[in-house]
């Protein structure tokens, strides 16, 4: 049988999460914080990533905020750094642009 995922939240953090739910900038850590709370709640994380959220994302996505959440707390559902697609172009600064000038 299939583990079930739970979530059991302390009083500091529902309201933590509440409070990122309602207020929560940038946008992305709103939807998280209220997929967290439903899973709180008792819905499975699956059926949250299917029909619970504004757009329906897959399944692995929720269980990894979940994980992230369990791990660093509020923290982990940000956006780590240098994650994303990096510049194809990167202008040169004032001085390197001066040398190669020069040369």
Do not use: N
Not at 17 to 35: F, M, N, V
Request: glycine letters at 6%; hydrophobic letters at 35%.
């Amino acid at each position: 049988m299939a583990k079930r995922h739970t979530l059991h939240l302390s009083d500091e953090q529902l309201e933590e999460l509440c409070h990122l739910r309602d207020t929560g900038e940038p946008a992305y850590l709103r939807e998280r914080a209220a997929a967290l709370l439903k899973v709180a709640a008792g819905t499975s994380p699956h059926k949250v990533a299917q029909s619970g959220l504004l757009k329906k994302r897959k399944p692995d996505t929720v269980y990894i905020w979940l994980q992230r959440y369990r791990e660093a707390g509020v923290m982990g559902l940000r956006h780590k750094p240098g994650k994303g697609r990096k510049p194809a172009f990167a202008p040169l600064s004032e001085e390197d642009a001066e040398s190669e000038l020069q040369s």
